[in-house]
């Protein structure tokens, strides 16, 4: 009984662990959807990003900026009005899953997380040359 | 082949096999915003936050949940015109930590690993038609 109490302890802190937040609060806009409403778009570039975060003691202490897709697509559209069709995910591919499993011993001591972002970097097209 | 560096290819071998543990695509529906557009005088908006546990087998590798972030999008039902100020969150909480780490040091890990996707924003409706 003390024991399982102790290790409830101990994992405690741990909880919310490898936490992923997408959210984006700035002045572009990002949407999964082709074309916002009431706007024309003019197409700048495809995109696809990626971003890893390291953790120590079982992804509970991130170390550096936290992993957003979000703030990554906004990144990715610079000087320009919108992200459209943009699509996001996270988990560990290969190289998290060396580093998690491998120096790290299955995540015990550190681990790596990562997120990605897919979309179309675009210029709003004024009124009268989208008509 | 020496053992110490049969031991590091078998463990090559597994993190490869493993590759992609604990993905999560988070499948939007296509008028789905990060950020907020104008809103119109007659649309109304409704703040909501909804929570599931996805489950995978084999240390991540399988999820045996099949439900993705537009299902929870999608309990709001008809007249939704757009998700904004969208905040997608994947973590381990505390119960995930619990399921994953109490037992799965020991034999669970590899059988059984939840994650909880937690979607929250503002549901924008059409309000009172205009005459």
């Given amino acids: 009984m003390r024991k399982a109490l102790s290790l409830l302890l101990a994992i405690a802190p741990l909880a919310g662990c490898f936490s992923v937040t997408h ?3 700035g002045d572009k806009l990002l949407t999964t959807d082709p074309t916002p409403p009431g706007r024309g778009v003019r197409l700048v570039r495809h995109f696809e990003a990626h971003d890893r975060q390291f953790y120590w003691l079982h992804g509970g202490f991130p170390v550096g900026e936290p992993l ?3 703030a990554l697509a906004a990144r990715e559209a610079g000087d320009h009005d919108a992200v459209v069709n943009l699509e996001i995910h996270d988990g560990q591919n290969f190289t998290d899953l060396l580093i998690s499993h491998v120096p790290c011993v299955l995540t015990l001591i550190c681990g790596s997380w990562s997120a990605w972002a897919e979309g179309d970097v675009v210029d709003y097209v004024p009124a009268e040359v989208s008509k | 082949m020496s053992p110490i560096l049969s031991r590091i290819a078998v463990l090559g071998l597994c993190a490869l096999a493993a590759g992609g543990c ?3 695509s988070h499948k939007l529906p296509p008028h789905a915003y990060f950020g907020k557009l104008p809103k119109a005088p007659t649309e109304t908006s409704t703040d909501f936050e909804r929570s599931a546990m996805k ?5 991540g590798l399988i999820p045996w949940s099949r439900f993705s972030s537009d299902d929870l999008l999608a309990e709001s039902g008809s007249g939704v015109l757009r998700y904004e100020n ?13 399921a994953w780490i109490v037992p799965g040091q020991f034999y669970g890990y590899y059988v059984w690993a939840p994650r909880h996707i937690t979607v929250t924003g503002e549901e924008i409706r059409s309000g009172t038609a205009l005459p």
């Fill in chain 1, 23 to 25: 959210a984006y609060s």
């Fill in chain 1, 68 to 70: 957003n897709a979000a």
């Fill in chain 2, 22 to 24: 604990f993905s999560v």
């Fill in chain 2, 55 to 59: 489950n995978w087998l084999a240390a």
């Fill in chain 2, 86 to 98: 969208l905040q997608v969150r994947t973590e381990f909480n505390w119960i995930d930590t619990v």
